[in-house]
């Protein structure tokens, strides 16, 4: 391996606009790796870069931890993605980014109904409590109108 193909931590962190507490979590959860220099310090393949990049784009989307991890090991580790690649991801991600935006269109029309009220009532407001869903749900009280992948945390967040 070249040695301009390995970088410091600080480089990356540069490059990348993640931060060092950032690269050292994903570390700690497999989505990249680390070498060690003679001193203990972390070093990285350039690669890691698009790596990066990879995890800002499907953090971006909506993207768990979890999903990150799932997308990541599909991907050619000895090769850089081809454009096949990227479509079979693109689709399952444009597919996330239209039911957010239909839970989005449908939050801002409660919204919408809700101005100048405030109440917030779990017996009568359509934003909080949509069709009467926390009667007749066993779901924590709160954003009812979300899907699933909307509430869930966020993937640098625990
Ligand atoms: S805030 Fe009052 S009905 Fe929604």
New binding site residues.
Partial sequence: MDKHDVLPIGEIVQRSGFAASALRFYESEGLIEAMRSGGGQRRYQRSVLRRLAFIRAASNVGLTLEEIKDELSRLPSNRTPTKSDWHRISQHWRGRLDEQIVALERLKT?LE??IG?????LQ?????NPGDWVASSDSAPGAGLLPDSLRKPHPTRR
């Fill in positions: 409660g109904s809700c009220c405030g109440c917030l009532s009568r407001c359509a934003f909080s």
